[in-house]
DNA sequence: ATTTATGCAAATCGTTTGCAAACCT
DNA sequence: AGGTTTGCAAACGATTTGCATAAAT
């Protein structure tokens, strides 16, 4: 009854066994959940979602699955922990629309050649000082279309 | 002994009133040290740095600094809140180089016309989703100069 | 059989809050 | 005096952790 493709659970499964990990059926429910919600869940979305899982499993999961590079934690003011797959799994590079009525945190993606610009720019702005990028992460902070009215 | 710009505590101060707030000196305090210190900080960094400042009313403070639109909380993936004074009234729109080896946050900037495609490119991405954007916030994840070696 | 994962409850720690004393105006 | 701010210590709440049991290899 799988939801999602089985490549991706074969990607987490090979990203797991390079860090000495097992992909236990609490972990691949973990997967599943977060590859059908199309925005990040917070600790209190999942357990909802999902039966069979405990809190402290989840916590200790998905950090887990984060040391691994499965699982990426995303922060904003509020005070959850949110979380959503690695893009480089789901091949599907993107930014958050933060609402700050709601705390809800939604996908969006950029153009692509406006995507490569920025990335060219960030790059060479942050080398002049030293600094070496990894990763950007923009958001955009605002109000969503159910809060607007 | 000011060691910021007068108009700065005269701005400050309006807005203060604005939200029906005085201007203590505890208040001036924390406004003197986020001045002077180039990057976003920390509770603990702010208590180091100031004595006669107490932890609960830095909090408070800093919560009401922010309520009034003087001070801007960043959020990371460590677990510190950070606090800088608000873009607007620093004039000064910058981004973060958040290291993740050290945790420390320093400001940068970016070329202005690039920041300007930015902005309309993301304005219009995000309206046709029906997101209202108020701010962005673009953050470069990566290892600082300190931590390279 | 030995190692690893889980569930529960307790601990942790940054942050918030209640209350009495100090401070304005 | 009347209302606000402060400092201290206690409370809070998301997350982490210890430990005994269950599952996997």
Not at 25 to 42: I, M
Not at 56 to 62: E, F, G, I, M, P
Not at 83 to 101: N, P, Q, W, Y
Not at 139 to 147: P, Y
Request: glycine share 4%.
């Amino acid at each position: 009854m799988a939801v999602v493709a089985a490549e991706l659970h074969d990607a987490v499964e090979v990203r797991l066994a390079d860090d000495d990990q097992r992909y236990t059926s609490g972990r691949r429910a973990l997967v599943e959940l977060l590859a059908v919600a199309h925005r990040p869940l917070t600790v209190a979305e999942v357990l909802e979602r999902a039966d069979g899982l405990t809190q402290s499993s989840v916590y200790r999961n998905l950090s887990l699955l984060e040391h691994a590079g499965v699982v990426h934690r995303v922060v904003t003011e509020d005070e959850f922990a949110r979380f959503e797959l690695a893009e480089d799994l789901t091949g599907h590079h993107h930014h958050h629309l933060v609402c700050s009525s709601c705390g809800t945190v939604d996908d969006f993606t950029l153009d692509a050649s406006l995507e490569e610009a920025l990335d060219d720019a960030l790059a060479s702005a942050a080398s002049t000082v030293g600094f070496e990028v990894r990763q950007h992460r923009l958001d955009l902070v605002g109000t969503c279309r159910r809060c607007r009215r």
